[in-house]
């Protein structure tokens, strides 16, 4: 009777991922370079890699520290014969892999970068991709094919994002008029916390502007699918260390007559992750919240209000894929960085569909933010 039942429920899966336009891939042999135990990003990626077995981690240098790199080794269940003591090495060796991942610090990104592309082998890169302009376009003219550079943007991956960007494109909310997208968080004026080094070894443009808002940049480029042509940027700092840059305020124009304006901070008391990203239009507005982010709200022009979530009848956010279980025991950070993975699994088995970050999307996304620093500094409105 039980192997009756296993193979029903195998059948019942198989149907559902068929009527959701899904079928199994392959496991993908991966390297991964940075991302160790002292990792902020590292666990929830090594998590997210294992969820749906679409990868499999055949290779690792996780850290500089030898005791670090062979303990997260330990940790993924990776043989120490599988385990290298410089990036170096293991590209040396990533003809074997079908993609190295790189979690490493944005400051270390550009160099490491350059030496994966000289092996030919596919890319996964954290964000931020670099940390200035003129390195983003050394790291496209030095891609033959920009299709084996990948960036994940993690709040891409979640199932209301995707459901928003269709209640856009389908008209819904009617002409778009102008947007607000925020992210406050409190890190760096809570007194027990403790920035990673590098995050105060400030740059120009401002860490916050290539941590933080980076992020809404994204968001907005994939729901409008729209550029800015011109801001302004007010820039401070406020909390607990004078040499950096804490918050950052910005109005922009983009096309078709839309209105933007972007708030980041980490000197908020009392936002742990303030995400929201609100969209206003003729008909209807609609707002989403990381901290609540299997919910959308909407706002009707003839006063009506509506939240919508997973366990609505929608169009994306309810796809098998993106149901690990039922509505009400709600997917979160990790669950997106495997929705992402997901979408790259697809796009490397050659599979349309994949919502992915290419090398372009960044060099316009390093446009923007070295035009907000330029703002700051003139107090004017700058055209990028």
Known sequence: MGKLIRHALADRYA???????????????????????????????????????????????????????????ARCGLPQSAVYISGGDLLKNAKELDAVILLLPIPLHYETLLCTINCNTRIICEKLLVLNLQEALNIRRALTDINRLTITYNYLGYPMIRELKELITSGRLGAIKHFEAKMPQESYILTRSTPQFWRLNEKDPPLIALDLLTHLHRIIEYLLEIKANELFCVQNSYGRFDSVIDDMRLLAHYDQNIGGSFWVSKSALGFRNGMEIAVYGGEASAIWRQENAEEIKIAYADGRRETIDRGSPLKIANAQRFSRFKAGHPSGYIEAF??????????????????????????????????????AKSGKWEKI
Request: proline share 2%; net charge negative.
């Open 338 to 375: 495997a929705n992402l993975y997901g979408d790259i699994a697809k796009m490397i088995a050659g599979e349309k569909g994949a919502e992915i970050t290419a090398i372009d999307s960044e060099v316009e996304r390093m446009r923007f933010i070295e035009t907000a620093a330029l703002s």
């Open 15 to 73: 149907r559902e991922e068929q009527r959701n336009g899904y079928k199994p891939l392959k496991p993908l042999n991966v390297g991964i370079i940075g991302g160790g135990l002292n990792s902020a990003v590292g666990a929830a990626h090594f998590s997210a890699l294992g969820i749906d077995g679409l990868y499999r981690i055949a290779a690792g240098c996780f850290s500089r520290n030898n005791e670090i790199n062979y303990a997260t080794a």
